[in-house]
């Protein structure tokens, strides 16, 4: 069991990585705190967006195992 | 229907495939809005020599879907076609198509630029362009539907 | 391009065979909107046989000429193409095609409805419809294309 | 030298004719007055437009010599 973090475009390119699998945390814990878990030292962009599940969500938003979390830039698509 | 394609597509040749094969629009529909997103070769006063689309596979259907029902609760829709396109494109390449159809064409007009300004704002796609100096660049940030160019 | 047809047409054959003669349109234009008003086989409730259009020569292609004028004069467009069916058509039948190209997408939605309801409130076009029970009536008046049916 | 009347539509329809001709008129004559010299019998219909040489003008719009004057019920086209 563990939680995935994934990211896109810019924030994939910044990172070097696309996909990181955390454990299953211990404690409750929110997307701000999965960012910083994964990057511990790298203060998230602003205007990242973040999904759980592929549905938007705040930063402040609870996270259980098995979430699937991700962080992006602004869309421009069409 | 919503496609996601990584192949160049006519969107004229697919909207006459899809309403061919959609019998219920038969003699009923009287409005057909398209809008078309096409690749331009500038951005910005840059020459721009091709282009890299990149999205979230699956959390782009789901938002397109998504998107498609609120349109549906908002206004009379029969029918709706969204194509996008993913992977590399040239320019004159189709990036988006947007068709509705509906018995009125307030709706129709009303429901495609709902629908294209949600999928520029809300949509998980993002443009990387390449220019004519072999430099890479991500597009920052959409421009506003609504206003004057 | 202004069109007035008493043949059927295919708008999207239309529309490509237009884009592709127009070479200033190659690599420039990110948005194309469209309209299409097709033949529906009821309106008000009564079921619709067949339709005959008719029209104010030359005084149409006139009112239509002065309306891409002022859409000109009101957003940034590259072109446009306007096709108006007149004569007896089908149930299925397009009426009418408005098609607009333009840089930015703002524009392209923008000049099309701005055409569209333009050509249905000033544009010398009548239509006539023959009913299931061998009835004939003129349409008196067209709906209101900013009001959700 | 000459006026013509045109008639379209269901307005057509009523009159059963789509043209008249008439003669120059010897003073100054507006839209309703050819209306009223082409159909003496008859009130314009409520909601009729009107326009000269393919232009829409008021029913009090003066009108010359060789003017083309039509006129014809709200229009229903797209």
Redesign the interface.
Known sequence: MSIKV?Y???LK?LLGHSETLLPTPTSTVSVIDIWQQANPDLTIPSNTLA?VN???VDLSHSVIDNDEV?F??????? | MIKITANAFNP??E??QHQAQQSGL?????????????????NEGQTVQSMT????P??TE??LGKIVSEAQQQ??LLDSLII?RIGKVS??DS??LVAVW?????????A??FI?EA??????????EQLANNQQQ????????????
């Open positions: 994934v896109f475009a810019s390119e999904a592929m549905e938007y991700a992006f830039p602004p869309v421009t698509g069409g | 004229y040749t909207i006459q038969q003699g009923k529909f009287g409005a057909t809005s398209l809008f078309i997103g096409t690749m331009r070769d500038f689309l990149e999205h979230y699956k959390m789901n938002q206004w009379a996008h320019p004159d990036l988006v509906s018995s009125h064409r307030g709706d129709a007009f009303d495609s630029r294209m999928l520029k704002s809300r949509v998980p796609f993002w443009k990387k991500w597009v920052a940030k959409n421009t506003d539907g609504y206003q004057h160019s």
